[in-house]
């Protein structure tokens, strides 16, 4: 059962997106606007999707390392005068989360609000002792489904990594609150490669509303909200691209195909969990017969191997519409983005696989900036310099054992 309809079985009201605005066709109608990603069809087409205005006046900070992008982070924290957001799929009671531990609660004790929303079965492994010593400094704290609800709920579950801090500076990406997304008492090779946005501006304001959905869902205090004035100016144009189950993932899928369709030289995809529709094949092969050069970053290395087998399953079609595809050896890869022409960015939590878009909450910016996309397109060639590409001519002589993996996987990968 789609997560779309168990969530309707379950009485979560969701939303029905045109036919004319699916995936499919608006990859065909961004494909034939005039000037492809710069052309204002886009933004146009993007806001009709999402029902949602694209606002300018934003700056934006991309982060590669866990780090640095915590470091901003708790500055941020430390520096708060009101209200603190934050929402996190995993938040371990490792160094790394200890460390916000310490930021949230002195944060309470300079009199802002806190409030702090994780997932349940990703943070299964925090102890209680950790959101105790948390409610006990002040920090409301609530658990996205947890394991004593209602058992429809269980298979749904929040991705999202948000923070936001006073209304003006929102955080999202792919990295969790844990040692392994950037601690330096981690070697090398098991810091997980990642990427986080921060954006100060109106788009903050749009990540409140993010928030809120699923604050109040967990059964937290309806707390007001004011939607971001029009803002326009220097800076980059965001469009917030978020969904949770049975409300979204149609739009967010439509939106990335979008951007896709409307590349003309180059579409670089890079993910940590593949495990596609196989429309999302046919999406990438049209944009190569555009003559786009398409080129899709995945794991070498991952936590998750089944999924990495799935993906697999998958590398025969996209080879042979002439994608190209590499598989990224340092570490474990995590990140999700797309840099498409060096003009459109994304950078958030959905992957391209099942769970993405039937089951999870996510969120992701759709960045309009040609500093942010130039910034994306270096690191992305970065990253390839220690990739392997994989060929076609090697991958059809890989073992049957391999082989059968993969068949074996794909066939799980709705349930992934």
């Known amino acids: 059962m789609s997560g779309r309809r168990a969530m309707r079985r379950a009485g979560v009201p969701g939303t029905e997106l045109p036919r004319r605005l699916s995936a499919v066709r608006v990859g065909e109608i961004a494909g034939t606007l005039a000037s ?26 991309v982060f590669f390392q866990g780090e640095e992008a915590f470091a901003a982070m708790l500055d941020d924290v430390a520096a708060a005068r009101q209200e603190i957001l934050l929402e996190s799929y995993i938040l371990k009671d490792d160094e790394t989360g200890k ?23 990703g943070s299964m492994a ?55 997304y950037g601690s330096a008492i981690l070697p090398k090779e098991r810091v997980f490669r990642d ?67 409307a590349s003309r030289r180059r579409m670089w995809m890079t993910t940590a969990y ?34 990495r087998h799935a993906g697999h399953g998958f590398f025969a079609t996209l080879l042979s519409h002439g994608v190209r595809i590499f598989e990224y050896d340092p570490a474990v ?32 910016f759709a960045i309009f900036d040609r500093g942010v996309g130039e910034l994306m397109e270096r690191q992305f060639e970065t990253d390839l310099s220690t990739a392997t590409e994989i060929r076609r001519a090697g991958w059809h002589r890989r073992s049957w054992i391999h082989r059968l993996g993969d068949a074996a996987a794909r066939r799980l990968a709705p349930l992934l």
């Open 126 to 180: 925090t102890r209680r002792a950790f959101w105790q010593a948390l409610e006990k400094a002040g920090v409301a704290v609530r658990l996205y489904h947890p394991f004593d609800g209602p058992l429809r709920f269980l298979p749904f579950r929040d991705h999202r990594k948000i923070l936001v801090v006073d209304r003006r500076i929102a955080y999202t990406g792919g990295m969790n609150i844990g040692d392994e």
């Open 36 to 61: 492809g990603v710069d052309d204002p069809g886009l933004e146009a087409l993007l806001a009709r999707i999402q029902r949602r205005r694209i606002l300018g006046g934003n700056r934006v900070r």
């Open 195 to 261: 990427t986080h946005a921060r954006v100060e501006g109106p788009t903050a304001e749009e990540m409140v509303a993010v928030f809120r959905g699923s604050w109040t869902a967990s059964g937290g205090d309806h707390f007001r909200f004011h939607p971001a004035g029009k803002a326009a100016g220097a800076g980059a144009r965001i469009l917030v691209l978020d969904s949770r189950p049975g409300r979204g993932a149609r739009e967010v899928s439509a939106s990335l195909a979008a951007v896709v369709g």
């Open 99 to 121: 460390r916000f531990e310490g930021a949230l609660a002195e944060a309470v004790r300079r009199g802002v609000v806190v409030r702090l929303l994780a997932d349940a079965f």
């Open 333 to 364: 890869l995590h990140a999700k983005t797309i840099v498409a022409d060096g003009a459109v960015s994304v950078i958030g939590s959905s992957n391209i696989d099942f769970r993405s878009f039937e089951r999870n909450a996510e969120c992701n």
């Open 274 to 307: 593949f495990a596609p529709r196989p429309r999302v094949c046919r999406v990438l092969g049209r944009a190569v017969a555009r003559g786009v050069d398409v080129r899709l970053l995945l794991p070498g290395r991952t936590d998750v191997q089944t999924v």
